[in-house]
C-alpha cells in the first residue's frame, strides 16, 4: 500500500512510498481510510522538532474510514463500519493513569503516527479498544477530525469545567482554537476569540460556527475588549491554544479573579517566563491540557451526532494522499484552518 513515511530524524526526511499492508491480527482493526488531517504535530515531525516521532513511521492521527478486516479477538467492532479511532495504540496497563484510562499521561504510551504507523496510508490497524463506530448522520469528514475535537472537549469541559453563561476566551485561531471554540459554544458559552492580522480568514470560519467576536490583537486591544464586555470583571476561562507565551500572560491579564485558564499550546521552550504574579494575587486556576482521553472521545461522538459541533466546517484544503506535500506546504505558509489528505473519497 502507499503511505507517507517519516524515514529519518531532522528536516523533511519523508516519502511518499510502498510499504506492506497491515494485518489484523489479534485484537486489531483494519481500516482503509477516507480522510486524514494534517495537525501541527505532523508539521513538528516534518520540521524534525516533534520528540515523540520515532521514525521509521507513517504519520497522520487524525482519521476516520470503513474497517476492511478484524482480528480473531475482535467483539465489538464489524467489517464494514464507519469508524474513527483514538491515538492510543498501547499503554503498560497497570500505572495509576491507566487504571483511570488517563491513557494520555501514561508514560509507557505509544501512539498512531508517532511510534506506530498512522494515518496517511491507504490502510491501518488500531486496537479495538480505541476504535469507534460512527453514528449514521456523521460525514466521514468531520469524523476525521474527533481527535482534535476530543482535545477541545478534554479542556474545555474536563478540564475547563465550562459551564452555561461562561465568558470565554479562545488563543489561537488554527484547527485547535477552532475546535474549542466549537465545544465552548455548544456548552453556552460566550467566546471571544483572539488572534492576528494574518487570521482574518480563520476568523471568518470562526463566525460562522457561532464564535462572538473575533480579536486582532495587532489592531485592538483585547483588554479593553475583554473588560467592556465584561463589567470590568474579566473572562470567565481562557484556552491558550496558540502556543505563544505572550498570549499565556495576556490570558492571565484578562482572567476574572479566581478565573481559569487552560494550556493546550506547547511553548517554543520547556522553561518561559509566566506572569506567575498573576496567578497567585488572582487565585487563578491554571491548568494544563494534554491532548485527549477515552472520555473525551465519547463526549465528543455525542455533540457529533447531536449536530452541536461540525468539525468539518473548518477543512480549508484537501490534497490527495501523492500529493501530501502541497497540503503540508499550505498547512506551513498557514493558509486555512484545517488541511485534510484525502485517501480515499469513494468511502461513504
Known amino acids: 500500500m502507499k503511505a507517507v513515511v517519516k524515514t529519518a530524524v531532522g528536516m523533511d526526511q519523508m516519502e511518499y512510498q510502498e510499504i506492506p499492508l497491515p494485518e489484523a491480527t489479534g485484537d486489531l482493526v483494519q481500516i482503509k481510510i477516507a480522510y486524514s488531517g494534517i495537525c501541527g504535530t505532523d508539521l513538528h515531525a516534518f520540521k524534525g522538532s516533534y520528540p515523540s516521532t520515532k521514525p521509521p513511521v507513517v504519520l497522520g492521527h487524525e482519521f476516520s474510514g470503513v474497517v476492511t478486516a478484524v482480528g480473531p479477538e475482535v467483539k465489538r467492532v464489524k467489517v464494514g463500519d464507519r469508524v474513527t479511532s483514538e491515538t492510543t495504540f498501547q499503554t503498560c496497563g497497570v500505572c495509576p493513569m491507566c487504571k483511570s484510562k488517563d491513557y494520555n499521561l501514561c508514560g509507557s504510551r505509544r501512539g498512531l503516527g508517532t511510534q506506530i504507523n498512522g494515518s496517511m496510508a491507504e490502510y491501518l490497524v488500531s486496537r479495538e479498544e480505541s ?3 460512527l453514528p449514521d448522520n456523521v460525514s466521514l469528514l468531520s469524523a476525521a477530525l474527533t481527535e482534535p475535537l476530543a482535545c477541545g472537549v478534554h479542556a474545555v469541559i474536563e478540564k475547563g469545567n465550562i459551564q452555561p453563561g461562561d465568558f470565554c476566551v479562545v488563543f489561537g485561531a488554527g484547527a485547535i482554537g477552532q475546535m474549542v471554540s466549537q465545544v465552548a459554544k455548544s456548552q453556552g458559552a460566550t467566546v471571544v476569540m483572539a488572534g492576528l492580522t494574518q ?3 480563520r476568523f471568518e470560519i470562526a463566525k460562522s460556527c457561532g464564535v462572538d467576536r473575533c480579536v486582532d490583537q ?8 475583554v473588560m ?3 463589567d470590568q470583571v474579566g473572562a470567565d476561562k481562557c484556552f491558550e491554544c496558540s502556543g505563544a507565551v505572550p498570549a499565556a500572560n495576556k490570558a492571565l491579564e ?7 485558564v487552560v494550556q493546550m499550546g506547547v511553548f517554543p521552550e520547556s522553561h518561559e517566563c509566566i506572569w506567575t504574579d498573576l496567578i497567585l494575587h488572582k487565585e487563578i486556576v491554571y491548568v494544563g491540557s494534554r491532548s485527549q482521553k477515552p472520555s473525551s472521545w465519547v463526549k465528543s461522538l455525542e455533540l457529533l451526532a447531536a449536530g452541536t459541533v461540525v468539525p468539518e466546517k473548518i477543512v480549508t484544503s484537501f490534497d490527495s494522499l501523492e500529493n501530501w506535500r502541497n497540503g503540508f506546504d499550505k498547512m506551513m505558509r498557514g493558509e ?10 469513494t468511502l461513504k
Open 131 to 133: 476504535v469507534h463506530i
Open 199 to 201: 487570521d482574518a480568514e
Open 218 to 225: 495587532l489592531s485592538e486591544d483585547l483588554k479593553s475588549i
Open 228 to 230: 467592556g464586555l465584561t
Open 254 to 260: 484578562i482572567v476574572r479573579r479566581k478565573g481559569t
Open 336 to 345: 486555512g484552518a484545517k488541511g485534510v489528505i484525502t485517501c480515499d473519497d
